[in-house]
Nanobody, 126 residues
């Protein structure tokens, strides 16, 4: 497994969680990374992406202002800080890596991403 996600769990509405995704690939530092989520019975949904430098980020409208994506290239890890969680945030959260190196335009289609982690479950109770 090249991408290993962790940090999910059960939290009450209004609470916070921090997801981590450790990447064992050698090209982590030059790849755009993203988080997606999939709720039961729904399609996979884009959550957030971060440039290979870490200086640019992009969010879906549903999480903007509540979630923060970041990366530590020294640790080959990408994070998703989730605050003010809502029951509708309940889903399986997966990290993904773009195969292209040093790519600047943000991609939100899961089909554009070549590498995926196994996912970590987030459940938000009301």
């Amino acid at each position: 497994v090249q991408l290993q996600a962790s940090g999910g769990g059960l939290v009450q509405a209004g609470g916070s969680l921090r997801l981590s995704c450790a990447d064992s690939r050698r090209t982590f530092n030059s790849n755009m990374m993203a988080w997606f989520r999939q709720a039961p019975g729904k399609d996979r949904e884009f959550v957030a992406a971060i440039s290979w430098t870490g200086r640019q980020t992009y969010y879906s409208d549903t999480v903007k202002g509540r979630f923060t994506i970041s990366r530590d290239n020294a640790k080959s890890t990408v994070y998703l800080q989730m605050d003010d969680l809502k029951p509708e945030d309940t889903a399986l959260y997966s990290c993904a890596a773009l195969a292209e190196r040093h790519y600047w335009s943000f991609k939100t289609d899961p089909d554009d991403y070549s590498y995926w982690g196994q996912g970590t479950e987030v459940t938000v109770s009301s």
